[in-house]
């Protein structure tokens, strides 16, 4: 699936957050979104999945008009990994994962067996299926986000967005769950904060700064250090980490 | 495929203890029949209800050959019964509904302001409006407090739409502000009316009672509420949803702010109906949904059965209870429903462990 999202504009009261931003992902492609915070990256993100209308421009997935579509069939061919997922009341894993489904079901349609398969499925690729009935409060930080990843997973979308996934996470989970997303041989575009994890795993890279994308194109082409010390105004030098063959980046020298 | 069911005991035995609570609310009703102020011998009591229940077929009138037996059986107890389970149901269901709606445990029916709205139309039509001729007078009261609560539950939604999308937040902040305003006109009405009478009847209408069912009322409340519940009980997909929050909501395919002013309207409609013919009874819409999801998670599927019979259940028990606490004494059911309500509440708060439906 593709992503065409152009010359989006929102604006939230007075201030313009985006500003003529245009962000592609293509078919397969993992994209990240880098930049520093406040720089917009959420709601662009946002104006993407229909949370904010933006003020002007247009989403396209393939040929569905994301803006002048309804969020039910936007959301059979998106899904989103967002950063909050608290809440007040208290859901099994299972039924948190089976919610997932809502997307691709009719109002009165009851579960089938094809959806516990798809959970049971999400489930595994998430590693919880020992979690199924605990209680969805009671988990970790990272284990709440791999059941929000399972979620949707089990929604079955073409395109993935991810913002921030990796947040508060430790090494292992920031790890776990990015593979697990590339794994997926989905379109991905996710907010990435770490460098590092941003040149392993994206195919693109888009920076954003002040409501704008301020470069593009590959991670080698766009993470230089001019351009990392002009989006997060910190003194960066790269090399080639000679564990990896990747590029790391050694900050304030 | 194997599937684990998620609430410990519960889950194995949900149908089971659904059976039970349909069994123990029809021999709770049996039993509420059968007792009052008036002492009829059990026998009799059955008697007459297999007369009423088989349409004639079974037991009998004449054979127990009192004829004010019989009235105070079908025309007292019966609709009080029926009256009790249909409110006990219709206050769950709108507790819970609110409680999604607005994302908070915490939350009644009365939340947006319902209660106050309706305790003014009553009083105005109490204190103002229709005088005291006695038919009148209660449909008057009945008709007010319907419209009280509905002009308010309009206002609040309208106050919450202001600006942008109706949050949950700014639901309940509308509900404070315009129950308050329309508490101080309640008090504005009842300090220039000058009569104690009708003063007195403002308050033991805002108890809340079972005293005025009749058959003639039942067959709305029983539409109003079996509809209500109808409806609900086949949107646990949306409810479920609805707990995640808007955010999430929305990336799932669901509009949040269609379907809860859908369901605003329709919970504000019930609850509406029941205030009008029984006044604001209170805790039973917060507690009941509350003990139901400590019982069988927060599930709606699973939840909103069980949360409608436990409703039904313990309206009918309270309404006992009002009768025979103290003898010769028909207690507000309000004051009951309180009573029990607010310990269970606090115990559930400092109880270890409960997370709001874990």
Known sequence: MELAAKELHVRRGKKEIIKNASVFVKNKQFVGLIGPNGCG???????????????????????????????????QRLGVVGQFNEMSFDLTVEQMVLLGRTPHKKLLEPDQSDDYEIVEEALRRTRLQDYRSRSYQSLSGGEKQRVILARTIAQQPQLMILDEPTNHLDIRYQFEILSCVKQLGISVLAALHDLELAVMYCDYIYAVKDGEIYAHGKPEDVLTPETVEALYQIKCQTFINPVTKHIGFAYGI | MQRQESRGVTGYFYYPIILLLLFLIAVSA?????????????????????????NGKLGSSSAVGNESYFNIIYQIRMPRVIFALLIGIGLSLCGTVMQAVVQNPLADPYIIGISSGASLGATVAILIGFGSSALFANFGVAFGAFAG??????????LSSIGGKATSVKLVLSGVVVGAFCSSLSSLVIYFANNAEGVQQVAFWSMGSLAPSSWEKVPILA?????????????????NTMLLGDESAVTLGINLSVFRKTYMVLAALITGTMVAYSGTIGFVGLIVPHICRGLFGADHRRLMPATLLLGGLFLIWADILSRILIPNVDLPIGIITSVIGSPLFIYMIVKKGYNFGG
């Open chain 2, 149 to 158: 609560a509905v002009v308010t539950s309009a206002a609040v939604l309208l």
């Open chain 2, 30 to 54: 049996v039993y509420s029949v059968s007792i009052g102020q008036v002492h009829i011998p059990f026998g009799k009591s059955m008697n007459i209800l297999l007369h009423v229940l088989t």
């Open chain 2, 223 to 239: 539409i109003v509420v079996l509809l209500g519940s109808g409806i609900f009980l086949f949107q646990h997909r949306v409810l």
């Open chain 1, 41 to 75: 990256k959420s709601t662009l993100l946002k104006s993407i999945y229909k949370s904010l209308t933006p003020q002007s421009g247009s989403v396209f997935l393939n040929d569905l008009d994301v803006l002048k579509s309804s969020e039910k069939k936007v959301s």
